[in-house]
């Protein structure tokens, strides 16, 4: 069975520090381009970061950019997302999704390009 299992979430204070995980199960990672998306109540689902199937290539949307890191370690199949200096508009369910597409640096605007996808992880920023 192909799964994805993301952990890390969390409650934090307001410029704490996260780390998501995100696990591949029933396939490996490593040919695949691999993306962070989040959902706040109320709000569509909105693309955070993208990391090409080597590791060599990412991209985010301005609203985590330096603030957020992607990286990946294909030998333990997963992949990660640190969060830093969160701020309470980053309070989400956080989702990591896969697709076998090719990365380009726009992918994460595309979630319906994600084939599989994992159940989620909350992050809440509050104080």
């Known amino acids: 069975q192909l799964q994805l299992v993301e952990s890390g979430g969390g409650l934090v204070q307001p410029g704490g520090s996260l780390r998501l995980s995100c696990a591949a199960s029933g396939f490996t990672l490593d040919y695949y381009t691999i993306g962070w998306f989040r959902q706040a109540p109320g709000k569509e689902r909105e693309g955070v970061s993208c990391i090409s199937s080597s590791g060599g290539n990412s991209a985010y949307a301005d609203s985590v950019k330096g603030r957020f890191t992607i990286s990946r370690d294909n030998a333990k199949n997963t992949v990660y997302l640190q969060m830093n200096s969160l701020k309470p508009e980053d309070t989400a369910v956080y989702y990591c999704?896969?697709?076998?597409?090719?990365?380009?640096?726009?992918?994460?605007?595309?979630?319906?390009?994600?084939?599989?996808w994992g159940q989620g992880t909350q992050v809440t920023v509050s104080s």
């Open positions: 999704a896969a697709t076998i597409l090719p990365y380009y640096s726009g992918s994460y605007y595309y979630p319906d390009e994600y084939e599989y």
